[in-house]
């Protein structure tokens, strides 16, 4: 081989390297900012319980691009729990893309029993309040019974269902359940072989005029007259007892969602 193939070689060589670079980078730069997912405070999970918490907020965060945070405490120094909540991520920028990004976070302060779960940045339009809030009532139970591992274990398989859905869908309408639907589709299915066993009997053409004559009929026409139609007014009752709280603005100046109660 000669000085002069041998001496493009190389240089082919290194440019390859260098276009890869930027390649390097970007796979680099697409890790996740989060690396940790359970904080527990409160002492309510065993060493092993926080582990699987974190090998699957880990496998479904990824799944979502939202950091899934399990965060635990006892007592909030008298703060109210959102403000805790928003502090907390203003202090600490939890996201699982960048500090202060993709997060939704469950927080449970076992001296006042309060329970809040928060959305922020992508959590916040895919788990707005109403969506917290049915998430909430299905893992407060299990909160109230001490099965914090389960409850935890729920909010986030729930929070990464539930965000698969377009924003403004309700996720728990019975028209998404899959037993509904095969449902549906069987019943679909009966009527359409139904139909076609009806009709491989050969199609009925005798109706109610087969055996009318017209010329002796003294039936000359008939007529429906419409009198008057009464339309009745009530008012619709406004539901002034909804509980659970709301999203809101930390000092930072992020929005989010949210919904809290007592357990």
């Not at 996740?32 to 999970?45: G, I, M, N, S, T």
């Not at 979502?64 to 006892?74: C, G, P, Y």
């Not at 005029?209 to 009198?227: A, E």
């Amino acid at each position: 081989m000669s000085k002069k193939l041998m001496t493009r070689g190389v240089f082919l060589f290194v440019a390859f390297i260098i276009a890869l670079l930027p390649f390097t980078k970007l796979v680099n730069a697409a890790s996740p900012h989060q690396k940790r997912f359970v904080y527990d405070e409160a002492k309510l999970l065993t060493k092993k319980e926080a582990e699987k918490l974190e090998a699957l907020a880990n496998e479904q965060s990824k799944d979502r691009d939202t950091a899934f945070i399990i965060l635990t405490v006892n007592g909030t120094d008298g703060k109210d729990y959102v403000q805790y909540v928003e502090d907390y991520y203003d202090d600490h920028a939890p996201g699982y893309d960048k500090p202060n990004g993709n997060t939704a976070i469950l927080f449970i302060d076992m001296k006042e029993r309060n329970v809040y779960l928060a959305g922020f940045q992508k959590a916040e339009k895919y788990l707005d309040n109403n969506r917290l809030e049915l998430i909430r009532n299905k893992i407060t139970p299990d909160i109230s019974k001490g099965k914090y591992f389960q409850a935890f274990s729920s909010f986030i398989q729930l929070s990464h269902d539930y965000m698969g859905y377009k924003p403004g869908i309700n996720p728990d309408n019975i028209l998404f359940k899959w037993w509904f639907q095969l449902i549906v589709s069987l019943g679909v299915a009966s009527i359409i072989v139904a139909l076609m066993a009806y009709r491989s009997g050969g199609r009925v053409t005798v109706n109610a005029r087969t055996y009318l004559d017209t010329n002796t009929s003294r039936v000359i026409r008939k007529d429906d007259t419409f009198i008057r139609q009464t339309v009745t007014k009530q008012r619709k009752p406004s539901n002034n007892n909804k509980s659970g709280g709301g999203g809101g603005v930390t000092r930072g100046g992020f929005t989010h969602s949210g919904s809290g109660g007592k357990f």
